[in-house]
């Protein structure tokens, strides 16, 4: 039986939150309206088949399963065991763990903002023993589970490769859009600091620092050159950020939702 053709589309994934979440950062844009999209809304919305859920305040609370139950369409879902802010809660691996069990398309463990910034060099909210114990139990005989990372260029260094080493992919985060002209030596310099775990761009449409949407010009050459990147093979994905920015008709979502649309089909 033939090999099911692998697409632009399945690499994309698409980086969400309880709905509403990033209230606060968009009023400081000037936007008082919340947004009411959801993660799978946003799947939806952008034809992306991958989605990352990530707590934030924690949010979701658990139960889990109704949240599971709306991306049972989605063809992997990553879970976070780190989430906004760095938050976590004794016990969020195994819940992982267990809703596993009870919905095949999870894929794997992701750490939203791991690395503190508030030290002279970056240090793992967790303890580099407490990865190595995360790693072990997601490698379990049965199944085993993948560990991503999130990594934001202007923190990259020597201190954060243990953390990342220990990691399936390394998710590379350009946080403020006037660095995206520096997005070849950012991914050169990751490269270079963690070589085994697979490397997947990850895409803002809100400037969080500017308090504004990624200007046009910028959300498209991201979005081109790390299509480029996926084909040339320097890249494994594109995460979108995502659902909390959806609803608002923002340029750097609409053309992205339109690029998606005519790139997607495209053979890897």
């Not at 991958?50 to 949240?67: S, W």
């Not at 760095?86 to 794997?108: A, V, Y």
């Not at 990372?149 to 990259?156: D, K, Q, R, W």
């Not at 979005?223 to 480029?228: A, D, P, R, Y």
Request: aromatic share 10%; proline share 5%; net charge negative.
């Amino acid at each position: 039986m033939a090999r099911e053709k692998t697409v632009v589309r399945d690499k994309f994934w698409v980086f969400t939150c309880v709905a509403g979440s990033d209230r606060v950062w968009l009023e400081k844009g000037g936007i008082n309206t919340i947004s009411r999209m959801t993660p799978a809304e946003s799947a939806f919305y952008l034809d992306v088949p991958n989605l990352i859920m990530v707590r934030e305040n924690g949010l979701p609370a658990k139960p889990f399963d109704q949240h599971m139950i709306s991306f049972r369409p989605l063809k992997r879902v990553l879970w976070s065991v780190v989430g906004s802010g760095g938050q976590h809660e004794e016990g969020e691996l195994t819940d992982l763990l267990e809703l596993s069990e009870r919905f095949p398309n999870i894929t794997g463990a992701f750490m939203d903002d791991f690395f503190t910034e508030d030290t002279e060099e970056p240090e793992g909210h967790l303890p580099l023993i407490k990865l190595q114990e995360y790693r072990k139990r997601l490698q379990a005989p049965r199944r085993k589970l993948e560990l991503w990372i999130v990594a934001y260029t202007h923190m990259l260094c020597e201190k954060m490769v243990p953390y990342m080493n220990l990691c399936d992919a390394l998710t590379l985060w350009t946080w403020n859009s006037d660095d995206l002209g520096d997005l070849e030596m950012n991914l050169s310099r990751l490269e270079e600091l963690s070589s085994g775990p697979r490397k997947i761009l990850g895409c803002y449409f809100w400037d969080y620092p500017n308090a504004k949407p990624v200007p046009l010009e910028l959300m498209q050459r991201q979005c081109e050159t790390g299509l480029n990147w996926l084909l040339e093979g320097r890249l494994d994905g594109m995460i979108f950020l995502g659902n909390t920015m959806g609803d608002f008709g923002f340029e750097s979502v609409e053309w992205t939702r339109e690029w998606i649309r005519n790139v997607g089909h495209q053979e890897v």
